[in-house]
């Protein structure tokens, strides 16, 4: 077996990097997503986690808010030699934001909600889970709306002067009724009108257990199943959910991690 440990340090956005057998590009930081290209034949693990590649050898994975300073990419050969390589992941500093005047069962939801805070969570975490093994993600991404970031990935939440959860998304405000565009090519898997926090939510699948998620719209203009294209119109801001103005939330998931959106697309 060989065994090769080497240590990748940051990447900037969009430069690819060849390392090898692979090319790749994004950033190793909390909250990057790095998408790539195998040799073929080539077996991807991340963590000891497989990493399923497309039939041509395409590969997605991103790292969470809080991931470790090291990550172990495993690089497995057809002649099942195996090569190990230490990716650095940079540390990021984060805001603390403060947001005042939440109607207070926004922020201590009271007993008779909480169970139907817990299905719709429950609900949301399953259309996560789905496994579409399309390279969705392949068609690169852009902002679903330009405007004024009003809420930056990884902030520190204090509500009505209370600790809560940080914010995994991006906030950016805009009129109510302003045109909201599919971030990337994919497939719509959740549409709900009327989600206890998040409001009108929409999730599209961009394939590999990555994910986009669109909160707090006035209206969502596509369904459940249908097929979408980068750039389409998707939904329109709105102000529904917890929130105290009209702007859009748009979150990424990449199996379990919250990745942070910006990183995906050039500055506005």
């Known amino acids: 077996m060989r065994i090769l440990l080497g240590v990748i340090g940051l990447l900037l956005w969009p430069l690819w990097t060849v390392a090898g057998p692979l090319s790749w590009q994004g950033q190793l ?14 077996r ?21 808010r809080e991931a470790p300073p090291q990550a172990r990419l495993s690089v497995l050969f057809p002649d099942g030699q195996r090569e190990d390589r230490l990716l650095n992941i ?10 005042d005047g939440l109607p207070p069962s926004k922020v201590n939801p009271p007993p008779a909600l909480l169970e139907r805070i817990r299905r719709e969570n429950a609900e949301v975490d399953e259309v996560r889970r789905q ?8 068609s690169g991404f852009a902002w679903p709306l330009k405007g004024r970031i009003s809420g930056v990935y990884g902030s520190q939440r204090i509500l009505n002067g209370e600790p809560r959860q940080p914010h995994y998304g991006v906030d950016i ?15 719509v898997t959740l549409a709900e009108p009327d989600l206890y926090y998040s409001g009108a939510t929409l999730i ?3 394939g590999y257990r990555l994910s986009s998620t669109l909160m707090h719209l ?13 750039g389409d119109v998707v939904a329109t801001v709105g102000k529904s959910g917890r ?3 009209p702007h859009l939330d748009w979150r990424m998931n990449w199996r379990n991690d919250r990745i942070d959106p910006t990183l995906t697309v050039p500055p506005q």
């Open 243 to 245: 929130v105290t103005g």
């Open 204 to 206: 599209i699948d961009h």
């Open 131 to 138: 496994d579409i093994l399309q390279p969705y993600f392949l």
């Open 44 to 64: 991807l693990a991340l963590d000891g986690q497989p990493i399923p590649l497309t039939p041509q050898g395409a590969f997605v994975f991103g790292f969470g």
């Open 173 to 187: 405000a805009a009129p109510i009724g302003t045109p909201v565009r599919a971030p990337a090519d994919g497939v």
């Open 218 to 230: 006035n209206s969502i203009e596509v369904k459940v199943g249908q097929q979408i294209r980068k």
């Open 90 to 99: 940079a540390p990021r500093q984060y805001d603390v934001q403060y947001l």
């Open 29 to 42: 930081t909390q909250g990057g997503l790095i998408v790539g290209q195998a040799s073929p034949g080539v």
